[in-house]
């Protein structure tokens, strides 16, 4: 999976007496120092000599006693540093630098303090290789200037005096943009988040290598602080929520997590860079354990033809549409037509309420379907509930695997407790024993799941596309379109679920269930298929639109889901972003902007050296009016051709195929 070209190993022991510990990172430009006296200690981080984080506590209260930072008996460190290339299919591009200085300190018996320091960011977890016990709370915590600004999503569900409302929640929400000191002391944020710090540096706060220990939340604490909270491990959990599908939880221990003898826990990330610097950050990904899948040959990326964002509306047919045999077969033959790899039998094939994968309705016949796809080059994809698949994985994922399904998207989740990470891990791994796809959805970021378990295509955990269904138009959906990049995508690929036909401008989009609309213009979602990484990759409008423009649809059919590589060329976080990505000998530019008018000039010669052909869909002159209004040109290059200005209408984008 991976090729090493340079790897150096330094074992050092250091005495117990040594108090003050640095470790920079391979450009030196960032520099954690680590201070312990015994009275007052911590780290805190530099960037270019200008103080980042200020000192900042770290805490880990478990069974065995209470190691805490102020108080550490340090009996020895050692340092090594590595420079690797680790193989990263099914991602934005084929293989990713893995370079690295990392300290470790010894503390306890059986109780280490991993940090590394890349030339990207700053990351540290506790390794444990005691007896078994608990982990009773692990205090993380960030000291910042309380006067930088933040832009942080709170989670949705929210009770002032309750956090444990606080846990239960999709992880969907549009970011808040304040100070530090502003941030609402009684609301728990998801990650990642964004501290904007001074000379344009920003700092992006996620976590890594998350598969057996509950996802962290960050708080308000005070002055800038921002410290952690775990939901507790559950006591006890009934089935119900939507369509009896979920595992709700009534009680929960007053301990985190169980710890197995040899624990590692997750990664806490400090990404550090220029916005597009931290939209280009891998640090997520290189963190993540090793892939424990040993063939991945038959994993296989693609589009997906989706019918529950369109509610089912074709049109032109001589049937009903709905959750039936001629609908799903229509669906088919659309996507073998444009040569798209699947479609997605989303919640209905199966009897609502009963939360059993086994009960399909009598309308479907599901070993047809999948005979009638296989024959046209299609695969399907089946959603299901949290606990309809929990409850009989893997008879579940034997019975339709052996039936010819390729995958699941799972849903409903809305927790990351422990019992709840562990189920993610256990899916992805019957999952994969049948080969078998996963888009996981009601979902926490990925924290480097998809490189543990790349039949692991896609997560949710983002306020995508399908909120324009009943989103009210105060929701400012293209401003989060600009955000995602610098953030939420840098945990991960994420299921946005673009490709939406109907397009509505500022002043014309109306939320509506039977037939939704996005908010922008339709090159704003054509770039979305290049600004997003999705390996998995939804077509979420009806192919009778797909349709009526059968150009436009072969092009969006032939987009890459997953690249050789990949650059950010310019952006800004909230405003504008615009994206090159490299399939063989072909570049896909993309861009997208916020409700304001912009024009942005690419530089040919930062992709190639010599342009053949340009196909450049672009806003139309009415787009600000009717967002579906788009222009193609098509052109072929010459030595003269170095630079491409497109101009993009409010909510506009654009995308430059370029040969």
């Not at 990172?25 to 200690?41: F, M, Q």
Request: hydrophobic share 35%.
């Amino acid at each position: 999976m991976y090729t090493i070209f340079f790897l150096l190993v330094l074992s050092v022991a250091t005495s117990a007496q040594e108090r003050s510990l640095t470790l920079a990172s391979p450009n030196s430009r960032l520099v954690a120092h680590i201070e312990s006296d015994g009275v007052s200690s911590g780290y805190y981080v530099y960037y270019d000599s200008v103080q980042l984080l200020r000192p900042t506590f770290i805490d880990l209260e478990y069974t065995q006693g209470k190691q805490s930072f102020d108080k550490m008996s340090v009996r020895k460190v050692t340092r090594r540093t590595v420079d690797e290339v680790v193989a990263s299919p099914f991602t934005r591009q084929a293989s990713m630098r893995n370079h690295f200085n990392e300290m470790t300190l010894h503390l306890k018996e059986g109780l280490s303090l991993v940090f590394r320091a890349y030339n990207e960011g700053i990351a540290y977890r506790f390794v444990w290789e005691g007896e078994p016990g608990r982990v009773i709370q692990e205090t993380v915590s960030y000291n910042f200037d309380p006067n930088w600004e933040v832009t942080a999503p709170y989670v949705s569900q929210f009770d002032s005096l309750r956090h444990d409302v606080q846990y239960s929640t999709s992880f969907e929400n549009q970011y808040t943009h304040t100070t530090l000191s502003q941030l609402d002391k009684r609301r728990l944020c998801f990650l990642p988040l964004m501290v904007h710090c001074d000379n344009g540096v920003k700092v992006c706060i996620t976590e890594s290598a998350l598969l057996d220990y509950p996802g962290m939340y960050l708080r308000h604490f005070t002055d800038g602080i921002l410290d952690c909270q775990h939901a507790p491990l559950p006591r006890r959990v009934e089935q119900g929520g939507h369509n009896n599908l979920q595992l709700l939880v009534k009680e929960r221990e007053d301990y985190i997590a169980e710890m197995d003898r040899s624990k590692v826990f997750p990664w806490r990330i400090m990404m550090v860079g220029t916005d597009t610097e931290i939209a280009m950050n891998n640090m997520s990904y290189l963190l993540a354990e090793p892939s424990r899948v040993d063939d991945i040959s038959w994993i296989k990326p693609g589009k997906v033809a989706w019918e529950w964002w369109n509610c089912f509306n074709i049109s032109g047919v001589d049937f009903p549409a709905g959750v039936n045999n001629d609908t799903y077969k229509h669906y088919i033959d659309f996507a073998s037509k444009y040569g798209i790899e699947y479609v997605i039998l989303d919640e209905g094939w199966a009897v609502n309420g009963e939360a059993d994968l086994f009960q399909v309705v009598p309308e479907i016949d599901l070993p047809m379907l999948a005979q009638y796809a296989k024959e046209r080059n299609v695969g399907i994809i089946l959603w299901a509930g949290y606990y309809a698949f929990e409850r009989d994985m893997e008879r579940v994922c034997e019975h339709y695997s052996q039936m010819g399904i390729k995958g699941f998207k799972i849903d409903f989740m809305d927790r990351d407790d422990q019992l709840a990470v562990d189920f993610y891990r256990r899916a992805a791994e019957t999952c994969a024993k049948h080969h078998l796809l996963v888009d996981f959805h009601g979902a926490f970021k990925p924290a480097g799941f998809t490189r543990t378990y790349p039949n692991v295509l896609n997560f949710e955990g983002v306020f995508g596309l399908e909120q324009m269904k009943w989103a009210p138009t105060t929701v400012d959906q293209m401003r989060y379109d600009c955000e995602i990049p610098f953030i939420r995508q840098a945990a991960g690929p994420m299921d946005y679920t673009q490709g939406a036909m109907l397009n509505g401008g500022k002043w014309n989009y109306h939320p509506c269930w039977m037939e939704p609309m996005s908010q922008g213009t339709r090159c704003h979602q054509l770039a979305l298929y290049i600004v997003l990484e999705s390996p998995l990759n939804m077509l979420c409008d009806s192919p009778t639109h797909y349709e009526r423009e059968p150009d436009y649809t072969r092009f969006v059919a032939e987009i890459p889901t997953v690249w050789d590589e990949t650059r950010v060329l310019q952006g800004e976080v909230g405003e504008y972003i615009v994206t090159a990505r490299r399939k063989g000998k072909t570049w896909y530019v993309g861009g997208i902007t916020n409700w304001t008018e912009r024009e942005v000039e690419i530089d040919l010669k930062q992709l190639t050296d010599r342009a053949v052909n340009i196909e450049l869909y672009t806003d139309g002159i009415n787009a600000h009016r009717k967002g579906s209004d788009y222009r193609v040109t098509k052109s072929d290059a010459n030595q003269n051709t170095t630079v491409i200005k497109v101009r993009m209408a409010p909510g506009g984008g654009f995308v430059a195929k370029i040969e």
